[in-house]
């Protein structure tokens, strides 16, 4: 797992799908193996294949539903394919999940992301 985050810091997505594939023989149920592999699957077609990268990541959520990186590689594919909603519901997943996420905050205001209602406060807002 460490050779492939390695290679794919530095865009080198085909070439780590091979030591993810391995790390995924060896680990078939390990969230952090089955996110980052639908990721480099992603990435290493040209963000063109959705099919493969989000079964992957579905599969990571399925294991750990909180999942940080799954949460916001599935927005981010939701983003790609124009799925606002899903992208919306995923960002909001993740910032739950982990509140000081910089790309969740970022996504939550550009998407319009329900905040007030995070923290039970909306009721004070005056209309």
Known sequence: MGRADELMKIGAYAAALSFLEEARFMEPNNPDVLAVLGWAH??????????????FIDLALSFDERHIKALEYRGRLALEKGEVERARIMVERLAEADPKNRWAKAQMRQ?????????????????
Do not use: M, P, V
């Not at 992301?113 to 807002?125: D, E, H, L, M, V």
């Open 42 to 55: 992603f990435q290493a077609t040209g963000g063109e294949e959705f099919d493969e990268a989000e079964g």
């Open 111 to 127: 998407l319009g992301a329900n905040q007030g209602s995070k923290r039970g406060f909306a009721f004070w807002r005056r209309k």
